[in-house]
């Protein structure tokens, strides 16, 4: 949920192939976005673009290779209300002590393709920072959002959801990836 208007995707991007869990763009920390002008918004477009063509409901610009702190997301709620944003230097914020619980859902990232395993994350969750304007902006929800909101946050610091994972599930992980491998080649999507 934003305080702000809804959020209208752009449209018109070109589909780009999704970076894989293991190239360098993945494990770093992004750099900040400092300028919004047209190359932003094009990359934006992209990433949504991918997104949908991916059927996922969130990208970051690292997925795609670009070494830049923004996401994007078309996401529903607990309610099944769809929810769209783009974020750029996103910071999260989560609850704490007796306010935080934990959900163990499944998840899994469109850099992962085909691997899905249960992992703890908070159950709601807020992120603050820049439209592609550079204008504030806020989005807070629960359940699947809460977890996409984290996901692509994490995304931006160099976390992929496989290091919050134990050793025996990233094997699971792995497992399921390299069983799916064929439907999922290294240019998917943009195939």
Known sequence: MSDAEPTVLPAGGTIRPITRWGEAVMHRPARPVTTFDA???SLVADMVATMYAADGVGLAACQIG???AVFVFDCPDDDDVSHQGVVCNPVLHL???RDRKLDDD???CLSYPGAFVACARPDYARVTGLD???EPVEFS???LLARCL???TDHTTGMVFGDRLSSRLRKKLQKQMEAEMDSYPLSWPAE
């Open 39 to 41: 190359n932003l918004h």
């Open 66 to 68: 670009e070494d830049l």
């Open 106 to 108: 499944d998840e899994g």
């Open 95 to 97: 609850p704490e002590g």
């Open 141 to 143: 929800g629960t359940g």
């Open 150 to 152: 984290q996901h692509e």
């Open 132 to 134: 592609i304007h550079g």
